[in-house]
């Protein structure tokens, strides 16, 4: 998309812990009310343990790293698969990672919780 | 925040929740207009962290237009669905201010180790750059 810098051999690290007030905010930018994401009620009733954070939230994580690692590399486009492997609960925390394959334009990226197990992970490759 | 009005569709047959038999594979369910503002900024930065972008949209924006025009357009959906997975593609990221269009289609639905599943694919264009981001496979379990 623009630019003409190397490409990273990892992605920059970043954590966000998913606490009510961001889960509220995502909401209502995204417009998704879904009471699984305020109410401990309604998702225990719909067979979670507690209050689960939208997916995207962390995948919305996952995009300001690759922004941040990459927004100085020439690239036509981004493509981006990922698998929501595991929901986030209400106040974890997650870290994003990535790491270059080979040499290549082809990155494996992951989201991880707290306890280092991946909620969400995929593929990302940089398209010059 | 954003401003977002449907354009097409935005509605199952008869008004009643969208099941998995009432999805055409093919067929586009609807589109709206969105306009991302200095509001969706604030709100972007209050969750993840203020970045200096010089007056462009996070990357991350288009995906968060994509589930916004998926909750609106298709409307109502039951209870229960899982996003499993996604597959997409961003070509530019969009511009502050500028209006663009997103569509919602139905591309496949199967049966995967006795869940339903339904395919949609999303796009956003706007009128100078075409084609922004198209998410070619957003993946749900569908709970009914």
Known sequence: MNMTAQLPNRLVKLQLTIGQDRINTFAALAGDHNPIHIDAEAARQSGMSNIIAHGSISLNLLWESIEKSTRDVASSSLNLEVRFRAPVYVDEIVETGGSQVGDSNNYEVWVSNQEGSRVIEGTLTIES | ?144
């Open chain 2, 1 to 144: 925040m954003s401003v977002t009005r449907p354009e097409t569709g935005a509605a199952a047959p008869n008004g009643e929740p969208w099941t998995f038999e009432k999805f055409e594979v093919g067929a586009l369910i609807g589109s709206s207009l969105q306009r991302v503002d200095d509001e969706f900024i604030k709100s972007w930065d209050s969750i993840y962290g203020v970045t200096d972008r010089n007056g462009s949209l996070p990357y991350g924006a288009a995906q968060l237009l994509t589930m916004k025009a998926y909750a609106e357009v298709v409307q109502p959906r039951p209870p229960g669905n899982i996003h499993a997975t996604q597959k997409c593609r961003l070509n530019s990221v969009p511009v502050l201010g500028r209006e663009m269009k997103v569509s919602v289609s139905c591309t496949a639905k199967y049966i995967r180790r006795n869940r339903k599943v339904v395919d949609f694919s999303v796009e956003i264009s706007d009128a100078e750059s075409g084609l922004l981001y198209a998410a070619s496979t957003l993946e749900i379990c569908w709970a009914v």
